[in-house]
């Protein structure tokens, strides 16, 4: 890759991990940690009722965190939540709920749907949580140290931690130009709708994600975060 992040960031990145005993961002690498155990839980888990309680467990903090922060987002989330679902409501055995233009819905099928959308919203939700109690130099800084090991394996640590930090800084950028090209179609559109604000909303971030996967260098060099250079170490 050409470019490198900012400074602070890249020497966080490059340093490697350090001892633990100046290490300043204990507290992520706690966070990080915690989050890898509840995400091997959700997927360890299994039974439907509890998930049903740590979905509704976690949307009430999705809509109580101080400053509706997490409702950031909502209605991507929501549509890739509404794919989830969907995806999953497969026929399967088990008594029949409902029958769609042939499309049978049965309460095996409808229970697997729920508690797949359930466990990816837990894990969102988890992610938002970490993402907002932790500062980004911290959060690299730990992941260095978790992902320490697997440099002995010769795998591009660094490269990995590089190309995450950019992702982050260059999202914000790439949400208020989806926004504004949202805002632009409904403004053209003849009719507003729900229908009209799904076409719309489909119209602009289908094409972007395309995008954003084929070719994320365009992205960080057209946002100005992969052309920095690290700035000396004060002496």
Do not use: W
């Not at 992610?127 to 690299?140: F, R």
């Not at 795998?155 to 805002?183: C, N, Q, R, T």
């Amino acid at each position: 890759m050409n470019g490198r992040v900012n400074s602070r960031v890249n020497r966080l990145i490059l340093r490697g991990p350090q001892n633990l005993k100046g290490f300043k961002s204990l507290g992520a690498l706690i966070k990080i940690a915690a989050y890898l155990v509840f995400a091997t839980a959700v997927f360890i888990l299994s039974d439907a009722r509890t998930f049903y309680i740590l979905g509704i467990t976690a949307l009430l903090i999705l809509v109580a965190y101080p400053g509706r922060k997490m409702l950031r987002g909502l209605i991507p989330l929501s549509i890739f939540l509404g794919v989830t679902f969907f995806s999953n409501l497969a026929s399967g055995e088990g008594r029949v709920l409902l029958v769609v233009f042939g499309y049978t819905i049965t309460q095996e099928s409808l229970t697997l749907a729920l508690v797949a959308t359930i466990r990816v919203f837990l894990l969102v939700v988890g992610v938002k949580a970490l993402m907002l109690s932790t500062v980004l130099d911290e959060i690299v800084e730990a992941l260095g140290i978790l992902l320490s090991p697997f440099k002995l394996l010769k795998l591009p640590v660094d490269d990995f931690l590089e190309v995450f930090v950019m992702s982050l800084k260059v999202f914000p950028f790439i949400k208020e130009e989806l926004k504004a090209s949202y805002d632009c179609r409904i403004g053209e559109s003849l009719t507003v709708g729900a229908f009209g604000k799904a076409k719309a909303l489909f119209g602009v971030l289908v094409p972007s994600l395309v995008e954003i996967i084929a070719h994320p260098e365009k992205f960080y060099r057209k946002y100005g975060v992969d052309n920095a250079r690290p700035e000396e170490p004060a002496a």
